[in-house]
Nanobody, 115 residues
């Protein structure tokens, strides 16, 4: 059974920083893609950032220059360093992985940013 465990969410003031971490537990074939999505109340779930097994990264325009995604293939872990947070970044952040067995989601972690 594959389980994703996210941590690092919380409340910060605008301009602050948070680091989200997602660890993948269970027996799983090599993970191809790892990424972070977010969903604010009443809005769709959007891709924030993704990283391929090769290390190639891509970011949504609204976080470029502020967020950095990284992964550790040995630890089956992906992190998202979020700097200069804005109130509009507030959302539930979800970790997602893609492997041979399919795609898996974490339960989400709340990020709150106050003005």
């Amino acid at each position: 059974q594959v389980q994703l465990v996210e941590s690092g969410g919380g409340s910060v003031q605008a301009g602050g920083s948070l680091t989200l971490t997602c660890v993948v537990y269970g027996t799983i074939a090599p993970i191809f893609g790892m990424g972070w999505y977010r969903q604010a109340p009443g809005k769709q779930r959007d891709l924030v950032a993704g990283v391929a097994r090769t290390g190639a990264r891509h970011y949504a325009d609204f976080v470029k220059g502020r967020f950095t995604i990284s992964r550790d293939n040995d630890k089956n872990m992906v992190s998202l360093q979020m700097n200069n947070l804005k109130p509009e970044d507030a959302a539930v952040y979800y970790c997602k992985i893609e492997a041979v067995q399919g795609a898996y989601w974490g339960p989400g972690t709340q990020v709150t940013v106050s003005a």
